[in-house]
C-alpha cells in the first residue's frame, strides 16, 4: 500500500517542512494534494519518472522529490498559517484507466 | 477534465442499498468515471471506475447511462462503515503521467441503524 509519514506535524509559521511518501510497489506515478477542512482534496502537483508533470494552483514554494526506491517527498517552505491542511499523495500507474491508491495522509498545523 | 454534480448529503438505513446519483452531462468519449469515498480523517478510497459498460466489484456496482451524461454508484448492502463522503470524478484516459484528480464536494452518505 502507499505510507506516508509522519502522522501529525506541527510547525511555525516561516519554516520548512518535509513531508514522505512510500508508493505502491511497481508504481512510477505520484500525486500530492492539499486538503483543508471541510473540503475536497486539492491537486498540488504530480511526479512521473522523476520529473514534475502537472501542478495545480500551488505557488513555487511547494516543490518534490521522487526518488527511484519508490519513494517521494513534498516540501513546502516559508510556511504560513493557511498551509494548515491533511496532506495525501497517491500513487499510480501511468497507464491511462487505472486507479489511484492514496496514503492516510499527514496532518500539518502551521501555528 | 468534466465538473460533476452530486447531491450534498444523503441517508441509507442499514442492510439496504445506497444509490448514490453522480452527474456529468459534460463527459467526453474519452473520459472514465471514477468513485472514491473518504471516511472521516482517512485518505480516500478507491472504489470503482468505468467508461461505457456497467462495471461491479466487491465493494459496489456502477451503472453509466447509455448516454453517460449520468452515473450511479450502488452498495448493495450498506453497512453503518459505509457512511463517508463519496467522491464522483470523471478523467480523461490520460497521457502517461498525467494523474490529476478533481475532486468536487462529494455526497455525505449517512448509514442510519
Known amino acids: 500500500g502507499v505510507t506516508q509519514s509522519p502522522t501529525h506535524l506541527i510547525k511555525t509559521r516561516g519554516q520548512q517542512v518535509t513531508l514522505r511518501c512510500s508508493s505502491q510497489?511497481?508504481?512510477?506515478?505520484v500525486s500530492w494534494y492539499q486538503q483543508a477542512l471541510g473540503q475536497g482534496p486539492q491537486f498540488i502537483f504530480q511526479?512521473?519518472?522523476?520529473?514534475?508533470?502537472g501542478r495545480g494552483n500551488f505557488p513555487p514554494r511547494f516543490s518534490g522529490l521522487q526518488f527511484p526506491n519508490d519513494s517521494s517527498e513534498l516540501n513546502v517552505n516559508a510556511l504560513e498559517l493557511d498551509d494548515s491542511a491533511l496532506y495525501l499523495c497517491?500513487?499510480?500507474?501511468?497507464?491511462?484507466?487505472?486507479?489511484?491508491?492514496f496514503g492516510q495522509g499527514t496532518r500539518l498545523t502551521v501555528v | 477534465d468534466a465538473k460533476t454534480t452530486q447531491p450534498p448529503s444523503m441517508d441509507c438505513a442499514e442492510g439496504r442499498a445506497a444509490n448514490l446519483p453522480c452527474n456529468h452531462s459534460?463527459?467526453?468519449?474519452?473520459?472514465?468515471v471514477y468513485w472514491y469515498r473518504q471516511i472521516h480523517s482517512q485518505g480516500p478510497q478507491y472504489i470503482i471506475h468505468?467508461?461505457?459498460n456497467n462495471e461491479t466489484n466487491e465493494m459496489a456496482s456502477l451503472i453509466i447511462t447509455e448516454d453517460r451524461k449520468s452515473s450511479t454508484l450502488i452498495l448493495p448492502h450498506a453497512t453503518l462503515r459505509d457512511t463517508a463522503v463519496y467522491y464522483c470524478?470523471?478523467?480523461?484516459?490520460?497521457?502517461?503521467?498525467?494523474?490529476?484528480?478533481?475532486f468536487g464536494k462529494g455526497t455525505k452518505l449517512s448509514v442510519i441503524p
Open positions: 497517491a500513487s499510480s500507474l501511468d497507464m491511462g484507466g487505472t486507479e489511484a491508491f
Open positions: 510497489s511497481g508504481h512510477n506515478t
Open positions: 511526479y512521473y519518472r522523476k520529473e514534475e508533470n
Open positions: 459534460t463527459i467526453s468519449g474519452n473520459e472514465y
Open positions: 468505468g467508461l461505457k
Open positions: 470524478i470523471v478523467r480523461a484516459g490520460g497521457a502517461a503521467g498525467s494523474y490529476q484528480l478533481t
